[in-house]
């Protein structure tokens, strides 16, 4: 065996040993970084927890506009979660009516659910994870964590090496509203997310469109009040929105769902003021109370 062989193999084994201890490591750091860092601080789990184990009479359905708009009150609870897509709102519905002690449920009824980045996001294992709580004997492995695994190390390492400052706890809190920001950012913002946003023509032959439909119907059959809201939204983000004809359509096919399946529909779009909004569209703590109020008492006569 010549020395160019033996340096060879050498090399080859070696390359190899650091191949696999570096992902033993990484496997090893990840598992303590979800567990550890990201579970704890994860509204997924907490959400989960809670829909599991919920004996409420109402729930709310929605992505980041519920999530930011409804807070929960005695007997209704928020499912809400940023992200969510249109058929994973409709799972956990539907999962919230089997639990046995529903007596309504609202639904998001926005036209951005019909928008082509949405209707192309598959959260099928998502869905898995959170309603049939899939047994992983590793957490990172979980859909819910694996996608962010790389933005989780960055955090874990930045903070390592970076000196932390404790909050000040006599800060006084801001609350952030558009209505205090520069009017040419604001409509920027909002055109980028109105056109972002637009429905695709025809989304009613869409699956989303036909489970949608279906959903609505089924629940109100079991006798469930079923609350068909379309959340409030900024006037910069309303007034590019109102020229659109698929955001009109959409709005149109939540009216004609509702008045032919005997559930209840609200366009509350235009409800609230610029000034209860952090964003284009989704609102504020102030934005939050004020619809909570306002679609408890439509939808189920309750009254905060």
């Not at 340096?7 to 191949?19: D, E, G, Q, T, V």
Request: aromatic share 12%; net charge neutral.
């Amino acid at each position: 065996m010549n020395s160019y062989t033996s340096n060879s193999k050498r090399f080859c084994i070696a390359f190899i040993l650091i191949f696999m201890v570096g992902n033993i490591l990484f496997v090893i750091g990840s598992e303590f970084i979800v567990r550890t860092v990201a579970m704890p601080k994860s509204q997924f789990d907490a959400l989960r927890e809670r829909l599991h184990s919920s004996q409420h009479a109402y729930g709310a359905f929605a992505d980041s506009r519920g999530a930011n708009g409804l807070l929960p009150f005695n007997d209704f609870d928020n499912f809400s979660m940023g992200g969510d897509n249109l058929l994973t709102v409709l799972e956990k519905a539907k999962f919230f009516n089997r639990l046995g002690t529903t007596k309504g449920v609202i639904i998001q009824a926005d036209p951005h659910h019909f928008a082509n980045y949405r209707l192309n996001r598959d959260q099928s294992s998502l869905q898995d994870d959170l309603l049939k709580r899939k047994t992983y004997w590793l957490q990172f492995l979980r859909p819910v964590h694996r996608q962010y695994l790389l933005e989780y190390w960055q955090s874990y390492i930045l903070a390592a090496f970076s000196a932390t400052e404790s909050p000040d706890s006599s800060a006084t809190h801001v609350m952030a509203r558009i209505s205090d920001q520069p009017p040419a950012q604001v409509k920027k913002d909002a055109s980028i997310r109105a056109q972002l946003q637009i429905p695709i023509k025809m989304f009613e032959r869409t699956q989303y469109a036909k489970d949608y439909s279906a959903t609505v119907q089924e629940l109100v059959s079991d006798n469930i009040k079923v609350c068909l809201v379309s959340f409030p939204v900024s006037d910069a983000y309303r007034a590019i929105s109102e020229t659109e004809p698929n955001y009109r359509a959409a709005f149109s096919f939540f009216k004609t769902l509702a008045k032919h399946s005997g559930a209840k529909y609200f366009d509350f779009s235009s409800k609230l003021p610029d000034k209860m909004f952090t964003d284009p569209d989704h609102l504020n703590e102030e934005g939050a109370q004020a619809l909570t109020n306002i679609v408890l008492n439509n939808c189920f006569g309750i009254t905060p």
